[in-house]
């Protein structure tokens, strides 16, 4: 390329179009990124991709705390992914088979790793769609159950295919863990794969295509904004003893999901329109992200804050909910210089034209899980602030005022709660 180091994101992002002979409309769903094992980057389109990469050691010195011999050895890629700003109800408009084979493939790759937790039952729906289109339709002399256990991986996420022994699957249904999946369940699923006849082969792939990203739709966290952070563990046992967690919280226009990164399901969803929000920077502390919404105490209607520990906190937070700046997802910690952002009920919410059906199950993963949370418990009396446990004695904030719709209230005081 001639003159390398002035060519902006914009200008290869056009050349990349070209050569994937894309439409236009793909501007707007796609962006560069620079990613690498510790750090990755949506860039903006005045951003030069080669300046940038010559900085990088700097980004990882400033934004994570890799180890120094690490980061001389990192070098980033350049990639074409999804451009998280782009609405999920326009996916299902698209005809181009190209695209939606992108948008597939990225969405795929997401369930595989274990970025989009899902259900047993939503794993099989996924990975018969993923059978159908690699394999073709279903033939029962060919397609046997030991033929697909010997790719499970490739059509379930790696962390559920794993059996381990027996000693430890009978542990696992002792203390309620969810079960590994299996072939058998992917093979009944696979086998109901709708055929829609005499289609050609290009209006079957739109069909799967379309089918494999209209499911992901229903997982709250597709589309969203990714960064890493740790919240307080419940005391446990003789000794009060505590700890942190490690979580994944993602960031829509719609919500926010705390989701537990081992054990891969939410512990925490909410609307925008249920919580208030803010971030504080303890001195010689790591950034706090603090959720505030209703909850229950022991059959007493409380507000309950959840502190989010992370140094992505700002960068990734504010970056997303302002469309300001470019948005990072690291797998370690980020400095940032702070400021406070706008109220994400305050700002214009985009809604889609259909919500995404509510999962029912008791055991899904996709519901939310407060009894595993440390969560402040506490409620409002005029100015003062009745503690539940433990105590203390003022607000971290004051509330973010909407004109949204909502449904988040301050609670009162009951006459038998302790004050702080």
Excluded at 245 to 268: F, H, N, Q
Excluded at 338 to 344: E, T
Excluded at 345 to 365: E, F, G, H, L, N
Aim: aromatic letters at 10%.
């Amino acid at each position: 390329m001639d003159n390398l180091p002035s060519v902006t994101a914009h200008e290869l992002q056009r050349m990349v179009l070209d050569v994937l002979k894309l439409p236009e409309s793909a501007q707007e769903i796609f962006s560069l990124w620079l990613v690498s094992p510790f750090l990755g980057v949506q860039l903006k389109p005045k951003h030069q991709p080669y300046k940038i990469c010559r900085q990088w050691q700097e980004l990882l010195l400033r934004f994570t705390s890799c180890p120094v011999d690490e980061i001389v050895e990192d070098e980033p890629s350049l990639q074409f992914r999804r451009n998280i700003f782009f609405l999920r109800r326009k996916e299902l408009q698209i005809q181009d088979e190209d695209v939606l084979r992108l948008l597939y493939e990225e969405a795929k790759h997401n369930v595989l790793e274990g970025r989009f937790p899902c259900d047993p039952a939503d794993c099989d729906a996924l990975g018969a769609l993923v059978c159908r289109i690699n394999l073709g339709p279903y033939h029962p002399e060919q397609h046997t159950a030991s033929f697909l256990k010997e790719k499970l991986d490739c059509f379930l996420p790696s962390h559920l295919c794993h059996r381990g022994h027996k000693l430890f699957s009978s542990l696992r249904k002792r203390t309620g863990s969810r079960p590994p999946v299996s072939e058998q369940g992917l093979l009944r699923a696979f086998r109901e794969v709708p055929e829609a006849g005499a289609c050609e082969e290009h209006a079957t792939l739109l069909r799967l295509y379309h089918a494999y990203l209209q499911k992901c739709h229903e997982l709250p966290y597709y589309g969203c904004a990714f960064f890493f952070g740790e919240i307080d563990k419940p005391v446990q046992g003789l000794l009060h003893r505590a700890g942190r967690k490690a979580v994944t919280v993602a960031i829509s226009l719609e919500g926010v999901y705390v989701m537990d990164t081992k054990e891969k399901y939410v512990l925490l969803g909410l609307r925008f329109q249920q919580l208030s929000w803010d971030h504080t920077v303890p001195n010689e502390e790591e950034p706090i992200l603090w959720l505030e919404f209703d909850g229950e105490n022991e059959g007493q209607q409380v507000n309950k804050l959840l502190k989010v520990y992370s140094k992505q906190v700002c960068v990734c937070w504010g970056s997303y909910l302002n469309f300001n700046g470019c948005v990072c997802v690291s797998h370690s910690n980020l400095h940032y210089n702070y400021r406070i952002f706008q109220s994400p009920a305050t700002a214009s919410v985009p809604t889609s034209d259909q919500q995404p059906p509510k999962i029912q199950r008791q055991s899904s993963v996709l519901c939310s899980r407060i009894q595993r949370l440390a969560t402040i418990d506490y409620v409002e009396e005029g100015k003062e602030i009745k503690r539940v446990k433990p105590r203390r004695t003022t607000s971290f904030f004051g509330r973010q005022l909407s004109n949204a719709p909502t449904s988040y209230s301050a609670v009162r005081a009951a006459e038998n709660l302790e004050q702080g």
